[in-house]
């Protein structure tokens, strides 16, 4: 039964992805209001938000798009940075909405950011702590709870990113709509693009759940 979950969640996880990148190309064919690139889109939403702090930079890659707190950069790939499109100005602006977050002190990104070292730390030994606990469920049962805690707080990590991607895409679509970027004609697209890059989060929160309860069965002697 658990390997139909998996599977499931696994065919999701494939038609998510290859829905949001079948909207981003579509959506980055069709230009935007004023012929602004994404970089535009990005310093535009910054200053109009009373941010100057935070500086746009070009970073190499694709969907390698983030908001980094440390540095206080919005960093966008190739084609958002240079791109005139849609999807560029979404990307763009959702990757502000993050820096806005952090100019107003949102509460789920601020619990997010503390989480980082620990589930960063997690991230790098729970797939061998988990082994090992496997291996040995019957005589150090110990081990396997260590690796539950720490897949757990990957779980909690993956659950507060919801609020705050979800509310960084509202962020950007309510400026995006006000500031004329986008009009009736395209910000339905807009949307589309935000709302398909959310799904994988959703996604891929509600696999590490069902992982986890896995490995939780595993620990309570109830395998399959």
Same mark, same amino acid.
């Given at each position: 039964?658990?390997?139909i979950?998996?599977?499931v969640f696994?065919?999701l ?10 909207r ?24 109009d =938000? ?24 919005? =960093? ?11 999807? /560029?100005a ?5 990757e ?8 107003? /002190? ?7 950011s ?7 730390f997690?991230? =790098? ?12 469920v019957?005589?150090m ?7 539950i805690v ?5 779980t ?11 509310? /960084? ?7 995006? =709509?006000t500031?004329?970027v986008?009009?009736i ?40």
């Amino acid at each position: 039964m658990i390997w139909i979950i998996f599977g499931v969640f696994m065919l999701l996880s494939w038609l998510v992805g290859y829905q949001l990148k079948s909207r981003i190309k579509e959506y980055s064919k069709i230009p935007i209001n004023y012929g602004l690139s994404g970089k535009e889109v990005a310093e535009k939403m910054l200053r109009d =938000n009373g941010i100057q702090d935070v500086s746009v930079v070009s970073v190499p890659g694709s969907l390698t798009d983030h908001y980094d707190p440390t540095k206080k950069t919005v =960093n966008l790939s190739k084609e958002v940075y240079y791109g005139q499109n849609i999807s /560029a100005a979404a990307v763009a602006a959702h990757e502000c909405g993050h820096a806005v977050q952090h100019a107003k /002190a949102y509460s789920f990104l601020q619990m997010r950011s503390s989480l980082v070292p620990i589930v960063s730390f997690a991230s =790098n030994w729970v797939q061998w702590i988990l082994l090992a606990g496997i291996l040995m469920v019957q005589t150090m049962p110990q081990i396997l709870l260590a690796g539950i805690v720490l897949f757990g707080l990957i779980t909690i990590f993956s659950f507060i990113t919801l609020p705050v991607e979800i509310d /960084a895409s509202n962020r950007a679509l309510a400026w995006l =709509n006000t500031s004329g970027v986008t009009d009736i004609r395209s910000h339905d697209k807009a949307q589309s693009a935000l709302r398909w890059a959310a799904y994988t989060y959703v996604v891929a929160a509600l696999s590490s759940l069902a992982t986890l309860l896995y490995y939780i069965m595993i620990y309570m002697g109830r395998r399959d």
